[in-house]
């Protein structure tokens, strides 16, 4: 018997690494994801094979039940990295492994891996599908970070995500701007490592965070109800500007595309991934120039 899961994958808008110390962003599910399909088999052992958005085998692997409930790997392989995710799966839910014979797993990207979507999130939702467990408390105790990744990839509207006394608090709401065909995702050509990313922030991160919070919990909400191009500019702008400022990092915009005629802002862990642009005329051919091929309009990302 044949059992399929999918997840959606997740641009987050605002917050960004705050969103870990209690801020409100703002985070969108895009029309791309992950499935996941489990097969019954005899033979003792899980097979795992991964394929990106093209088709291509990126990992393949064939696990024993034994391996993932004595794994004491400390590597970061991707081997080792699936290991510690199934055996926490396992132990809230040890039914599954126990009633099987022998698996058979695929998982299948609609975006690249390298793209920065939610590789990890869409995996780590689908196998908390599969166990029927919590895919928060998956994550927390495996992979780490704010879950707002597994909100998105559990949602198919924008939601805004904080964590409200260590629990996510998740809320739909709609945001379809009537500029959206002025908005843009553009991607850096390069993938940012979420888990150290975090790592640096919470590195360098000052103690005196509730005035950044206040404020970014009121650009959030700013960024939902803009109503015009113009005001939906100046906040994106002021977000990135706060955000430099307490991560001590140059803005995108500026150390990239100073000349660019409209905003840039990062989105998640900034130094990578993709950044959302905001222009009256189509910009493509701008990015392009600069060596940056993946320009996706609004419309064609977002759910």
């Known amino acids: 018997m044949q059992k399929t899961f999918y997840s959606n994958g997740k641009l987050l808008i605002s917050g960004e690494y705050l969103i870990l ?3 409100k962003g703002l985070a969108l599910p895009t029309k ?18 991964s394929y990106d958005a093209d088709g291509s085998i990126w990992f393949e692997e064939t696990l024993s039940f034994q391996e993932i409930q004595d794994n004491t790997t400390t590597t970061e392989s991707v081997k080792a990295t699936l290991i510690k995710i199934l055996q926490v799966a396992n132990t809230m839910n040890s ?3 126990s009633n099987s014979e022998g698996l058979a797993v695929i998982t299948q990207l609609s975006f690249p891996r390298n793209w920065g979507l939610g590789t990890s999130s869409t995996l780590i939702n689908n196998i908390a599908q599969w166990f029927q467990i919590d895919a928060f408390e998956l994550l927390h105790q495996s992979f780490g970070g704010s879950g707002y990744d597994i909100a998105c990839a559990q949602n198919n509207t924008p939601i805004t995500y904080s964590i409200v006394n260590g629990k996510p608090k998740i809320t739909q709401v709609v945001f379809e701007p009537e500029f959206a065909k002025n908005l843009y995702f553009v991607y850096l050509n390069k993938k940012r490592n979420s888990k150290s990313a975090i790592a640096e922030y919470h590195s360098n991160k000052t103690n005196q965070l509730t005035d950044f919070i206040e404020t970014i919990d009121k650009i959030t909400q700013s960024i939902i109800d803009a109503d015009n191009l113009e005001v939906f500019t100046q906040i994106i702008n002021q977000h990135e500007t706060l955000l430099s400022a307490l991560l001590k990092t140059e803005t995108v915009k500026n150390a990239l595309f100073p000349e660019f005629d409209g905003a840039v802002k990062s989105l998640g862990a900034w130094g990578g991934d993709f950044v959302l642009v905001v222009s009256k005329e189509n910009p493509k051919s701008y990015f392009v120039a600069k060596g940056y091929e993946t320009v996706i309009p609004y419309q064609e990302m977002i759910v």
């Open 21 to 23: 110390d209690g801020a």
């Open 95 to 97: 039914n599954v492994f």
């Open 32 to 49: 791309m994801g992950q499935n996941l399909i489990v097969e019954e088999t005899q033979t003792k052992s899980i097979h795992w094979k």
